[in-house]
Every structure is written in C-alpha cells, then in structure tokens.
C-alpha cells in the first residue's frame, strides 16, 4: 500500500496500522526529521522525501513505488495543509493556492496514478481524507473546507468510474483528532479571535454528541476497515469521525 503525508500524526498512525496486520509500506513526507524517526520505528517501510505541492515528484516516487511492490493494492491520501486562519478578504491569492495543491492537487495526481494499474488488477482500494469542514464548512479556514469539499467530490466520481473494475474509493472525514496538528490550529485561531485556546478547543467539543477528540488510531482503524474485504460493498461514501458534529463554530 501507499500513503501521503505519514511520517507523523494520523498518516503514520496509518501506516503502523497497515505494517501491523503485514502489509507492505511505501509512505512519503516532508519531515526529513519525521521520516527518518519512521524508519526507525516502523522497520520495512520505505519512506521517501517528497514535496506533495510538487507533481512531478508525485509522479516519480509512485512510478517506483508500483514498481517495486509489483502493483497496489491501497492508497491512502492523508495529504492536507490546514492554510490560512482568516476571513476570506484576508486570504491571499496565493495562499489559496497553496492549500489547495496539497490538500485537493495531490489527491488527484496519485489517483491519476494509481488507477490503471488498479484497473488492470481488477481490485483496489483509494482512500481520501476530508475533514468534518468537507460536510458542513469552516469559517476562517475557506480553502482548506474548500478542498476538504473537492476531496469528497473528487471520491464519488472516482467510485463512479472505478467501481465497474472492482475498485472502491471512500473518503474519511475526521473531526478534532489529538495530536500537534489540532494544538496548532486550535492556537491559530485563539490568537486570531484574541482568546484562549481552551476557549477554542471547548467549543470545538461542545458541537459533537461524544464529547472528546478523536484519536490518531480511530482513524486508521477505519482505513484498514475500508481496506479490507469486509468494506467489499462501501464505495462512494464520506463517513465521519467526529463524534458526531451536531454543530460548527465561528
């Protein structure tokens, strides 16, 4: 299998889900520092350095992944940059952008990929992570919902054009999940609103019916699920892990 962005947080918690139950790795990231700590830890797996913005490289590191693993089975696209905290106006042109090469770009360019092959083996399973803000929004955070809103889209007409050759494409969306990237958002905003960042990370759990974060591992559980054959009829679908969003701030 193959997975984006997974040298640290939900990505790596990911692929030591899928190197648990034996399955052969191939993850790429950013963090050299966080790359080499994976090799480390996660021995057997093959972690490349790889700028996601970046679609040549894309190309390059899939074109010898499936080489090497002889096909592919699994692609997790755990890609995503959180972009700007601001009202639209505030938001530069470029700044958009920028999200949106990682957080939607790079989704299509190893789903581009990955389905010929897939295809030709008549089985497989893509992946995508959204994000809560792909279901209901997310004020002051525009491109990235905006992309986590794409992701959702680009999955639904994947499953149309793969399922009739035994590939499935689902996409997760997380809610808060534990872990620095949360801290680092929940701080973005507080300082930007000018208040605490418990302030933030209480109204984010007042919103859900399960009042707590999810954790790192409850997301790659369902990876492995969607992965597995006992997900052979779940195409298509964007489902949550949020415990249960009733309500978005502002």
């Known amino acids: 299998m193959v997975i984006t962005a997974a040298a640290g947080g939900i990505g790596r918690a990911i692929a030591a889900a899928f190197v648990a139950q034996g399955s052969q790795v191939h993850l790429c990231d950013v963090d050299d520092a966080a790359l080499a700590s994976v090799r480390t830890d996660l021995p057997g ?21 499936i080489a090497t693993l002889g096909g592919v089975d699994v692609l997790v ?12 106006e505030d938001v530069e042109p470029d ?3 920028d999200c949106l090469a990682v957080t939607l770009d790079s989704h299509y ?5 990955v389905s010929p092959v897939m295809k030709r083996q008549g089985a497989g399973s893509i ?18 919902a905006a992309a986590k809103w794409a992701v959702i889209g680009l999955t639904k007409s994947l499953a149309i054009e793969l399922g009739p050759h035994g590939v499935r494409c689902n996409a997760i969306c997380p809610g808060s999940v534990s872990g620095d990237r949360i801290d680092r958002v929940i701080t973005a905003e507080a300082d930007r609103r ?3 960042p418990r302030t933030v990370a209480d109204e984010y759990v007042a919103g859900q019916s399960i009042k707590r974060f999810a954790t790192a591992e409850e997301i790659a559980d369902l990876c492995l699920f969607l992965a597995s054959p006992a997900a052979a009829m779940i195409s298509g679908q964007a489902i949550a892990v949020d415990g249960h969003s009733e309500t978005y701030h502002l």
């Not at 696209?77 to 639209?88: E, H, L, R, S």
């Not at 992946?127 to 990235?144: C, E, F, H, L």
């Open 127 to 144: 992946v995508n992570m959204s994000s809560t803000a792909g279901q209901v929004g997310y004020g002051m955070r525009t491109p990235y």
């Open 95 to 97: 700044e958009w952008r």
């Open 194 to 196: 000018g208040v605490s």
């Open 109 to 113: 360019r190893t789903a581009r990929a």
């Open 77 to 88: 696209n755990n890609a995503g940059t959180k972009g700007p905290t601001a009202f639209v």
């Open 45 to 65: 797996v093959v972690a490349t350095r790889v700028d996601l913005s970046d679609g040549s490289a894309i190309d390059d590191w899939l074109a010898a992944a």
